[in-house]
């Protein structure tokens, strides 16, 4: 049973930045694809970033060139670095694997960035 758990969310100020990771239990991490997601207050979960087995990236338009996902298969470790946050990327982010039926995701680590 693949099980993920995140770390690393906090408070931040504008402006700053934080890496979450996100380490994954099990043998079928390297072959997944991996992906960060985010779900504010009152609205719906959405992808932030995403990375496949062969390390080809996907970001959403609001974190480009602010963002940057990365994987370590030793470690079994998805990490999100993001840089130059601001008020709208508070959120609850999620880590998710996906290979083939597993759709696993993590608990969540909450992000405040104060206005």
């Known amino acids: 049973q693949v099980q993920l758990v995140e770390s690393g969310g906090g408070l931040v100020q504008p402006g700053g930045s934080l890496r979450l990771s996100c380490a994954a239990s099990g043998s079928i991490f390297s072959a997944s694809t991996m992906g960060w997601y985010r779900q504010a207050p009152g609205k719906q979960r959405e992808l932030v970033a995403s990375i496949t087995s062969d390390d080809s990236t996907n970001y959403a338009d609001s974190v480009k060139g602010r963002f940057t996902i990365s994987r370590d298969n030793a470690k079994n470790t998805v990490y999100l670095q993001m840089n130059s946050l601001k008020p709208e990327d508070t959120a609850v982010y999620y880590c998710?694997?996906?290979?083939?039926?597993?759709?696993?995701w993590g608990q969540g680590t909450q992000v405040t960035v104060p206005y």
């Open positions: 998710n694997l996906r290979l083939v039926w597993h759709n696993i």
